[in-house]
């Protein structure tokens, strides 16, 4: 058994609402690129063998690509 999750590694911030003194924002430069990766996780349960596979996007195809490489990598 395997626990599966996959996260976005991006060379950008989301910008989201945050706190500051009145008149005093909080400036966070940009760099005009929107770089990232994206990884697709398991962890075995029982010997915590951890398999990951990185990928471009992340959508059915790349989510595929890992599963055949959990799959090689655990046959039975």
């Given amino acids: 058994m395997f626990y599966v999750d996959e996260t976005h590694v ?3 911030q989301a910008l989201r609402t945050t706190w500051a003194e009145v008149g005093n924002q909080r400036q966070v430069p940009s760099y005009g690129h929107h770089d990232h990766v994206s990884i697709f996780g398991a962890v075995g349960v029982q010997q915590g063998d951890v398999v ?3 990928a471009s996007s992340a959508n059915a195809e790349t989510f595929l690509d ?3 490489r959990l799959k090689e990598k655990y046959a039975d």
Avoid: I, S
């Fill in 52 to 54: 990951f596979h990185r």
């Fill in 66 to 68: 890992f599963l055949r």
């Fill in 10 to 12: 991006r060379a950008y």
